[in-house]
């Protein structure tokens, strides 16, 4: 299992293929970070090409302590593989192979039959994949835990959330969620400014079933609202008391277009 190596779907593409370029945009991405860095439980991070959303990622994932575990989770846009699909394969990325956390992987696989060992889900999934570049820029011994999650049930997502936060609490050591998700998709940007400020009040009032509902039953096509439930779900078993947004903004900032936006937002959960 160990030796499958996952070679990147979107260098090149979303963010640049050499490790200095990637290196050096990521710095002026997080220009005026602070140093000082918070310790959190989850972070919420947007999943665009950097030139849109990275600084919405630079600044949420750079303001906060990034420990060698991370867990991520982000949606499944290609469709392919299992509903819940845990990847432990090596993840072969331009600054340097990032393994996967196998004795975390273990313990998760034994306390919940709802996620499978799967690497067709993530062969060309790019949510999770634009977000380790800048957790190996705050963690240089990095190792993850790599989930994709498909559209399911609040039941199923509430399974997933609390036998997360079981392991976490008997792993012993500090591992950090990051929720890889977009925000409202292709919509005037009033209307998708309402909209995901509606989401991230609901976000902000903890209540992770009421989120999911708000999202699903209001067609808000906020594309990592299951991973985002699950995130939240662990949190508050984990004993989260608040959610911070650490910034908002939409595609049209960088394009000109705010007729047709997708939004970012970066929160964090503590």
């Known amino acids: 299992m160990e030796n499958i190596i996952r070679s990147p779907a979107v260098a090149g593409r979303f963010y640049p293929k050499d490790a200095d370029s990637l290196r050096a945009t990521i710095q002026d991405l997080s220009a005026g970070v602070p140093t000082e860095k918070k310790k959190v439980l989850t972070a919420v991070s947007p999943h665009a090409g950097y030139v849109y959303s990275g600084g919405v990622a630079a600044e949420t994932l750079g303001s906060i302590v990034i420990p060698e575990t991370v867990i991520l989770m982000g949606p499944n846009h290609t469709g392919q593989g299992a509903p819940v699909s845990l990847s432990t394969a090596t993840w072969d990325m331009p600054m340097g192979k990032v393994p996967v956390d196998q004795n975390f992987v273990e313990d998760l696989l034994a306390e919940t039959s709802y996620i499978e060992r799967d690497e067709l889900a993530h062969q060309y999934e790019h949510s999770l994949e634009v977000q380790i570049p800048f957790l190996q820029m705050g963690q240089p011994n990095l190792s993850i835990v790599p989930i994709t999650i498909s559209h ?97 903004t939409d595609s049209g900032e960088i394009t000109g277009d705010t007729d047709q936006v997708v939004g970012y937002a970066g929160v964090l959960i503590s």
Do not use: W
């Open 152 to 248: 399911i049930s609040y039941p199923v997502l509430d399974e997933i959330g609390l036998a997360l936060a079981e392991v976490i609490k008997r792993a012993g050591k500090d591992i950090l969620i990051v929720a890889s998700s977009d925000m409202t998709h292709y919509e005037p940007r009033e209307a998708a400014e309402k909209k995901d400020h509606y989401v991230l009040k609901k976000l902000a009032d903890m209540d992770p079933d009421m989120l999911y509902r708000s999202v699903t039953g209001h067609r808000i096509s906020m594309c990592g609202i299951m991973p985002v439930t699950v995130a939240l779900i662990a949190s508050l078993e984990l004993g989260a008391k608040q959610t911070e947004v650490i910034r908002y």
